[in-house]
């Protein structure tokens, strides 16, 4: 049996991952949904100093706390900029990378770098009346859903600093969401397509790949074990 570390992804919580998570342990495996700093279950924390390397931090911290030493880390959306991050810290423990419809950063880019002028000016224009803290991107209304709040500007503005531990992971995996538009993600699907360290999968659907797609994701995440 393998061990799972499922992070979510920006505005959101662990919630997303409420069904995968059922059916991984129901299969007999060890999971650890990372709640993180300022989001979720932990929005009451919520404040403009958090940035991606807090993140990171709460993930590796979460991760020692659990006691797993080796793992599966999958990340979805802005999660990929999380586990990017972890894997620069903890590597050489991991034994499969999954970016699910995620950012997946180079050295040195931050989310602000590998998005374009509509995230750009959504960033910037609705953290304008609670400076540093972004409203759901596309709709102000989800913030009328107590499960959603805003998120930290700091995170999306800090690079990730790769260390060359990320190199030992032995297993990449990116899932594709081909079903909307429009979708900031198929510059990573063409930068992993043909590698021999991806497996690429494309699914339809939408971003929400656990709530869209469950089956599949299911059975991507279980080949990983």
């Given at each position: 049996?393998?061990?799972?570390?499922?992070?979510?992804?920006?505005?959101?919580?662990?919630?997303?991952?409420?069904?995968?998570?059922?059916?991984?342990?129901?299969?007999?495996?060890?999971?650890?949904?990372?709640?993180?700093?300022g989001l979720g279950t932990r929005k009451d924390g919520l404040n403009p100093a958090i940035d991606l390397s807090t993140h990171v931090r709460d993930v590796?911290?979460?991760?020692?706390?659990?006691?797993?030493?080796?793992?599966?880390?999958?990340?979805?959306?802005?999660?990929?900029?999380?586990?990017?991050?972890?894997?620069?810290?903890?590597?050489?423990?991991?034994?499969?990378?999954?970016?699910?419809?995620?950012?997946?950063?180079?050295?040195?880019?931050?989310?602000?770098?590998?998005?374009?002028?509509?995230?750009?000016?959504?960033?910037?224009?609705?953290?304008?009346?609670?400076?540093?803290?972004?409203?759901?991107?596309?709709?102000?209304?989800?913030?009328?859903?107590?499960?959603?709040?805003?998120?930290?500007?700091?995170?999306?503005?800090?690079?990730?600093?790769?260390?060359?531990?990320?190199?030992?992971?032995?297993?990449?995996?990116?899932?594709?969401?081909?079903?909307?538009?429009p979708t900031p993600f198929p510059r990573f699907r063409d930068k992993v397509k043909g590698d021999p360290k991806w497996?690429?999968?494309?699914?339809?659907?939408?971003?929400?790949?656990?709530?869209?797609?469950?089956?599949?994701?299911?059975?991507?995440?279980?080949?990983?074990?």
């Open positions: 049996m393998a061990n799972y570390v499922l992070v979510h992804g920006a505005w959101g919580g662990g919630w997303a991952y409420d069904r995968l998570a059922r059916e991984l342990r129901g299969a007999g495996h060890k999971l650890l949904v990372a709640q993180l700093a590796v911290g979460q991760i020692e706390a659990e006691g797993f030493d080796r793992f599966v880390l999958c990340g979805h959306s802005y999660g990929g900029m999380v586990i990017t991050g972890v894997a620069a810290r903890l590597g050489a423990r991991i034994d499969a990378l999954c970016y699910i419809d995620a950012f997946l950063p180079a050295h040195g880019e931050s989310l602000w770098d590998i998005t374009g002028d509509f995230e750009h000016r959504w960033y910037i224009d609705t953290q304008k009346d609670t400076p540093g803290l972004v409203a759901p991107i596309g709709g102000v209304e989800l913030l009328q859903n107590p499960r959603f709040g805003r998120h930290p500007l700091l995170t999306l503005l800090e690079p990730v600093r790769l260390t060359g531990e990320e190199a030992k992971v032995p297993r990449h995996t990116y899932i594709f969401a081909s079903g909307w538009q497996q690429l999968h494309e699914v339809g659907g939408g971003h929400d790949v656990m709530a869209d797609q469950p089956e599949k994701l299911l059975e991507i995440v279980l080949g990983l074990a």
